[in-house]
């Protein structure tokens, strides 16, 4: 008999905060525009009840939490907000994607950070 093997990922995008973010003198201490995706794989659902997902809102509670700190980099940004994402039982890996529309004129800088694991126990063998 064939198992079955089942990916689920969840996705949150188009997040738009404002955060003390950069690294130029000009930057500090004025609020700059960001735009957050993030996606996550996720252990999928055994039944249809809530409590078996990952909560959309927690993602985009955890980056508004995130957009008060100071933080330099976008990259950090994406590191520390995907960190957060790992510490739920059910998130196996992240990926979150942070723009800066205002980083570099006339373009988008963004940065991406994956973590997380790529297998889990029941796919050895």
């Known amino acids: 008999m064939t198992t079955l093997r089942s990916d689920c990922s969840i996705a ?3 997040v738009r905060l404002l955060a ?3 690294v130029h003198h000009h930057e500090i201490g004025r609020p700059q525009p960001l735009v957050v ?3 996550l794989d996720v252990i999928p659902p ?6 078996e997902v990952f909560d959309y809102a927690g993602i985009k509670a955890s980056a508004e939490k995130l957009a008060l700190e100071r933080i330099v980099l976008i990259e950090t940004f994406a590191q520390r907000l995907a960190t ?3 510490d739920h039982r059910l998130v196996l890996g992240a990926s979150v994607t ?3 529309p205002q980083g570099i004129p006339g373009s988008m800088a ?3 950070v994956r973590m997380g694991t790529l297998a889990t126990a ?4």
């Open 12 to 14: 949150l995008r188009d």
């Open 20 to 22: 003390d973010i950069g």
């Open 110 to 112: 963004s940065a991406t």
């Open 46 to 51: 055994q039944r249809d009840a809530v409590e």
């Open 122 to 125: 029941t796919d050895a063998g």
């Open 84 to 86: 957060i994402c790992l």
């Open 98 to 100: 942070v723009e800066k």
């Open 37 to 39: 995706h993030v996606v």
